[in-house]
């Protein structure tokens, strides 16, 4: 019985052994080259590193149908209740910007929260981390249905609230 189940536990010790390196795989992404997906829109999230800004802790793109591209933003507010305050912005103004030319071409803000593959909820992580199963924008679509980049001449498909982890950029 020792010899004909010997082959069996051979199979499963390299099958848990493979699941165990793509799971440390997955895992090893960190936030800042992680690319995120939405089934229903087919928008795509890509993360890039933030750089050396001492208010900005996470940089991404958010990239809609009719390769309409949103610059997204992430800013920790201070205080006991920090969160990671996201902004998506379409077509803003390059070089010295105001307040009030930024609110303009803001599609999108809001607390950006991530969850795990339990269902645990948790807020979007700074660079370094590794990268959540999901990401929750809440309200989005809503948002981006009143924008200017919603229309003839902007993307027509719009993404519900989550995206999940699709893969690490190289």
Known sequence: MTNAASPMIGLMAGSLALTAANSSAQAACPIQLAVYGEA????EIDFT???S???ITNNFRMILDNNVVLDGIVMWTEGSAARP??????KCPTGDVTGEELAACTVWEGVIYSADEKGGVALLPAEGADAPKSL?????????????????AGFSKVPWDI?????CQE
């Open 40 to 43: 229903q829109s087919g928008a």
């Open 49 to 51: 590193p933030a750089g």
């Open 53 to 55: 800004s001492a208010t």
């Open 85 to 90: 305050h996201g902004s998506l912005m379409y």
């Open 136 to 152: 929750i924008f809440p309200d989005l679509g809503p948002s981006l249905e009143m924008s200017a980049a919603y229309g003839p």
């Open 163 to 167: 995206f999940v982890l699709k893969g």
